[in-house]
């Protein structure tokens, strides 16, 4: 845990003071489609939504290309070409 500690302050990002509503959470099941287009028009369970840098949300989508797939719904090492079939 020392060792994390000392990491997270030697590597916190410059402050930029840019500031937005962060959600962490834009999973399929937290979002609203319109029923005749493919339009997102509406976002679900804003509960532990809280002020931060607008790229938070991009972080948290991102974490799961790190995390291992060994079960902690990680996609580390899974392939990554390919495209949609």
């Known amino acids: 845990m020392e060792h994390v ?3 997270l302050v030697d590597n ?3 402050e930029d003071g ?5 959600r962490g959470d ?18 679900l369970d804003w509960e532990l939504s809280t002020p ?3 790229l938070a949300d991009l972080a ?3 974490a799961p290309w790190r995390l291992p797939s060994n079960g902690a ?3 580390g ?5 390919g495209g949609a079939r």
């Open 26 to 43: 834009f999973r399929l099941n937290n979002m609203i489609f319109a029923p005749t287009e493919g339009r997102l028009i509406g976002l």
């Open 18 to 22: 840019q500031v937005a509503l962060v």
């Open 77 to 81: 090492g899974a392939p990554r070409s």
């Open 60 to 62: 948290y989508q991102a």
């Open 73 to 75: 719904r990680g996609l």
């Open 12 to 14: 916190m990002p410059v």
């Open 52 to 54: 931060g840098h607008p």
């Open 5 to 7: 500690m000392v990491w």
